[in-house]
């Protein structure tokens, strides 16, 4: 049963880590769910500690996917309007494939400042502010999720072999 338990396991954090890629697929919760089942086989030597303070980065993290693109707006020199608009466009790109959760924030952004009365290069600046902020938090969810593969697999090794 354990090693059922270990394959399950690995595939999630595999999963997990090819989420991050893809949109509709939550990366880095999908890896520490993999992790998490690390606490059904006996010998397991990570701590409760170990997986609520990796549990508090996950849930972080996906928050923060929702704010960064924000952050890059104004970072920028955005403004309210492409920050809604990155929002949006982070929402509509969810459902338009995987480029849909890189180009949407972009758009919206851009779409957004043109409608709050902002010239095509600033516009154009915002978006390029959001496309950076949702490259940020990929490459982050590309590190915790790679970080929970590594520790899942070190540990599974140290179990079995």
């Known amino acids: 049963m354990e090693i059922f338990i270990a394959v399950i396991g690995a595939l999630l954090v595999i999963i997990g880590l090819l989420g991050t ?6 990366g880095t919760p999908v890896s520490y ?6 606490l059904l086989i006996p010998g ?7 997986f609520l303070v ?3 980065i996950v849930v ?9 693109p924000i952050w890059g707006v104004n970072k920028f020199g955005g403004t309210k309007y492409g920050q809604w608009g990155s929002v949006l466009g982070v929402i509509v790109g969810l459902f338009a ?15 957004g400042e043109l409608l709050g009365g902002m010239n095509f ?26 970080v ?14």
């Open 33 to 38: 769910a993999g992790l998490l089942l690390l």
């Open 21 to 26: 890629f893809i949109p509709m697929l939550p």
């Open 121 to 146: 290069d600033k516009s154009l600046r915002a978006g390029f502010g959001s496309f950076v902020g949702t490259f940020v938090g990929m490459v982050l969810g590309i590190i915790v999720a790679a």
């Open 44 to 50: 397991c030597t990570l701590t409760w500690k170990f």
């Open 60 to 68: 972080v993290l996906q928050i923060l996917n929702y704010f960064i």
């Open 54 to 56: 990796w549990g508090i």
């Open 148 to 161: 929970l593969m590594f520790y899942y697999f070190k540990e599974v090794f140290s179990i079995f072999f």
């Open 97 to 111: 494939g995987p480029l849909g959760i890189i180009v949407g924030p972009f758009v919206g952004a851009v779409l």
